[in-house]
T-cell receptor, first 114, second 111 residues
Framework: DTGVSQDPRHKITKRGQNVTFRCDPISEHNRLYWYRQTLGQGPEFLTYFQNEAQLEKSRLLSDRFSAERPKGSFSTLEIQRTEQGDSAMYLC????????????FGSGTQLSVL | SQQGEEDPQALSIQEGENATMNCSYKTSINNLQWYRQNSGRGLVHLILIRSNEREKHSGRLRVTLDTSKKSSSLLITASRAADTASYFCATDSGSARQLTFGSGTQLTVLP
């Protein structure tokens, strides 16, 4: 059990560019979540996968955002045509089946859009 | 949107003192969890209390839940400098598969 890992840890990009983040959950966890967190706030839910199926998406997830989890293992979150308002920490978490029990979080990807 | 609101937003205490943080939420819940976040890091789960429980202990942590008032409190006893972090409550409501987090309490424990 190596925990949830996220890559990269930091990403600086220019407005209008596309960025992609990766999350590797704990191997036996079939639930995977993406959250976004801005300074001084709690994490806000973006989307949720059970295995490879994306079962919920927040209205925060505009059409510029897309997430995938091929084969039910790692997940990617892509943001197209980035805007300065996308600057935030993007957190990935995983959990076992059985409901909203405890989440295991990665260290996050800090995105800065210039 | 944030379901919960923590109070206070910031708390500064001396090492050895107790720290109490409160969380209020809006809708009925299945369970409530508390997480800790060190600066620039991910969140770490501390404790979960179910809606039919009133109090739970884990080491130096004590959590209470009052569903009639839609509130919870987290008590950290005999605080240490290493407890310095942000603390968030998170609620699991009904069929939602997402946890909804509050805005957090920033705890500073002075050595």
């Amino acid at each position: 059990d190596t925990g949830v890992s996220q890559d990269p840890r930091h990403k600086i990009t220019k407005r209008g560019q596309n960025v992609t983040f990766r999350c590797d959950p704990i191997s036996e966890h079939n639930r995977l979540y993406w959250y976004r967190q801005t300074l001084g706030q709690g994490p806000e839910f973006l989307t949720y996968f059970q295995n490879e199926a994306q079962l919920e998406k927040s209205r925060l997830l505009s059409d510029r955002f897309s997430a995938e989890r091929p084969k039910g293992s790692f997940s990617t979150l892509e943001i197209q045509r980035t805007e300065q308002g996308d600057s935030a920490m993007y957190l990935c978490a995983s959990s076992e089946t059985g409901g909203n029990e405890k989440l295991f979080f990665g260290s996050g990807t800090q995105l800065s859009v210039l | 949107s944030q379901q919960g609101e923590e109070d206070p937003q910031a708390l500064s205490i001396q090492e050895g003192e107790n720290a109490t943080m409160n969380c209020s939420y809006k809708t009925s819940i299945n369970n409530l969890q508390w997480y800790r976040q060190n600066s620039g890091r991910g969140l770490v789960h501390l404790i979960l209390i179910r809606s039919n429980e009133r109090e739970k202990h884990s080491g130096r942590l004590r959590v209470t839940l009052d569903t009639s008032k839609k509130s919870s409190s987290l008590l950290i006893t005999a605080s240490r400098a290493a407890d310095t972090a942000s603390y968030f409550c998170a609620t699991d409501s009904g069929s939602a598969r997402q946890l909804t987090f509050g805005s957090g309490t920033q705890l500073t424990v002075l050595p």
